[in-house]
């Protein structure tokens, strides 16, 4: 099992095909469920790496109320479980 390479892909991108920006559906502090803002998501492509890094981490760090793609990737490689179920997982627990 090889380990998501942390570093270099807090400057990837955190959606995880859940994009609630695109379809109207953010929370009360205009973020999707991966921490972009409505305004990091026009402007990923424009943003710095350490902007960028800094998107993630917060998300990362935010208890669980954001989750991007790099944490569900570090969660699922560390426990075994596939991406799409840890997914599943947190998406569950987030309804509650």
Not at 32 to 61: D, H, P, Q, T
Request: positive net charge.
């Amino acid at each position: 099992m090889s380990r998501t390479n942390l570093p270099g892909s807090l400057y990837d991108n955190p959606c995880f095909g859940e994009c609630r920006i695109s379809m109207g559906a953010i929370d009360e502090k205009g973020r999707c469920l991966c921490g972009k803002s409505e305004a990091v998501y026009r402007n990923w492509g424009k943003l710095s790496n350490i902007r960028k890094a800094k998107v993630v981490m917060g998300a990362w760090k935010s208890g669980g109320r954001y989750m991007p793609r790099q944490k569900l990737e570090y969660l699922s490689e560390t426990s075994g479980i596939s991406f799409n179920e840890v997914k599943h997982q947190w998406l569950k627990l987030r309804r509650r």
